[in-house]
């Protein structure tokens, strides 16, 4: 298990791209069990047994699961698929690597966890003896990591080579046995993970110390700015997702929601957001009521929102970054004028935003498409905070992001919170929550269940994330 590390940008993802024949090289060789080799094409690395599990799953929602792991090369009856061989494929593969999933279901229909383990059971089918995986925990789990991993060490003990690229040191320093840090495409060094730390690797990756723990002065909170009281919510399938929900979020104060994930978080935060309505309850700005109000009303009462998933709720992937930094303002003057839109001046507002976040490799034309995934984020970021909301929603602000930047993020909260606004920030990070928060909301089952300080235990935390206790909030 062979770790790759680096920043945002810093291409780890354009090497193993080339690895996989989705991009050509300049210069240099490859060498596959010793012998040079050109790869000009996906199928051509999987013919020579590499297999790559991307960062965003490249999978047909529409599809069952044994149709997307056979996806060309089917078992046919006549010119027709043998779903029934298909299906017995995937079955007997899963068995032999522990990785268990429903050859009938429909990937629409499976956890994000049962969909990257389709995603490796493809890649193992096509004969992979070389497994690349592009920051494969981004969107799982607590549990489904530690499932991951364990499949990880099967994979690994039947002979398989993994190249693991992730953000997370803990989870690197656990699993790998040897670590490569890139900098700005550029190999820093090569460790084995025994004797290494976070602050080590940390250290290579960004070249400096990095603050592990936030800094931030004790909160003097103010008014209420978003006040939730008695809030039902319904989920896609039209069954209950938030029960009877209030919370508070006072000026100058972060309030943290913790929680194992699928327990309303996300329908919370969306019908905060005015991409969901509500059933019941009330939701009001500074004192205004904006519980019907629909998306841009919400934003215009001064909610920002740094979306969950910023490919389908935070980013516009083929317009250009200037073009995504106005989406919130492009109606309003100097950026329209008489209805028309001003490339110039989206131009001169994007500038001092990509500059002053650091987004690397982004100009304002580029398309976010063309961006790494924590420098996408970065963008939404940038644009959020600038608008200056009153009430800022930040759900998974660092997911994706190195080490370096989190701690970039971590510093804007906190100097949003210094500044006057309410915070609101949902996280799967326990660490995250218990660092910036002041106050922390534990929801299970659609409900806030306790309120605990940042300094509680962990096992305090995880009892009343499994529902074990309740509070009146």
Request: glycine share 10%; proline share 3%.
């Amino acid at each position: 298990m062979h770790a790759l590390l680096g920043e945002n940008g810093a291409g780890k993802s354009t090497l193993m791209s080339v690895l996989y024949g989705l991009y050509r090289p300049d210069e240099g060789e490859l060498l596959l069990d010793g012998e040079v080799v050109s790869i000009e094409s996906p199928r051509q690395a999987i013919d020579l047994g590499i297999g790559m599990v991307h960062q965003h799953f490249m999978l047909v929602p529409v599809m069952t699961v044994a149709e997307n792991i056979v996806l060309a090369s089917e078992p046919r009856k006549g010119l027709l698929l043998d779903t029934k061989a298909a299906a017995r494929r995937v079955r007997e593969l899963s068995d032999r690597f522990g990785l268990h999933v429903d050859p009938d279901a429909r990937v629409r229909d499976i956890s994000v966890g049962q969909q990257q383990r389709v995603e490796i059971l493809r890649a193992l089918d096509r004969g992979a003896e070389v497994l690349i995986l592009d920051e494969p925990t981004a969107v799982l789990t607590a549990q489904e990591t530690a499932e991951l991993f364990k499949i990880l060490r099967t994979l690994t003990a039947e002979g398989k080579s993994i190249v693991f690229i992730s953000h997370k040191l803990g989870e690197v320093l656990e699993i790998a046995d040897r670590v490569s840090v890139l900098r700005r495409g550029k190999k820093i060094e090569t460790v084995s993970t025994e004797g290494a730390t976070e602050e080590s690797l940390a250290r290579m990756m960004v070249g400096r110390d990095v603050l592990f723990r936030v800094a931030k002065e004790q909160s003097s909170a103010g008014a209420p700015l978003l006040e939730v009281e008695g809030l039902e919510v319904e989920d896609d399938r039209g069954l209950p997702a938030v029960r009877g929900l209030s919370l508070e979020v006072r000026a100058g104060e972060i309030v943290g929601i913790a929680g194992v994930d699928d327990n309303g978080q996300g329908e919370l935060v969306e019908t905060l957001a005015g991409l969901r309505r509500a059933l019941a309850g009330t939701i009001r700005v500074d004192g205004a009521d904006v519980t019907d109000a629909d998306v841009r009303g919400k934003l215009e009462a001064g909610i920002g929102h740094i979306a969950e998933d910023r490919h389908r709720r935070g980013l516009v992937l083929g317009f250009s970054l200037a073009e995504n930094l106005c989406l919130r303002d492009y109606r309003r003057a100097p950026i329209a004028k008489h209805g028309l839109i001003s490339p110039q001046r989206m131009n001169e507002r994007a500038e001092p935003l990509l500059e002053e976040y650091d987004v690397r490799g982004g100009h304002c034309e580029a398309l976010a498409l063309s961006l790494s995934g924590g420098n996408q984020q970065k963008v939404v970021i940038a644009r959020e905070i600038a608008e200056d909301p009153k009430v800022l929603i930040a759900a998974q602000p660092t997911r994706g992001l190195d080490v370096g930047a989190i701690e970039f993020v971590h510093r804007r909260l906190i100097e949003q919170r210094d500044a006057g606004r309410g915070v609101l920030l949902v996280s799967l990070e326990l660490e995250e929550i218990r660092s910036l928060s002041d106050r922390v909301l534990v929801m299970y089952d659609g409900r806030v269940v306790a309120e605990l300080a940042p300094e509680a235990s962990e096992e305090e935390f995880g009892v009343a994330m499994l529902g074990g206790r309740r509070e009146a909030v």
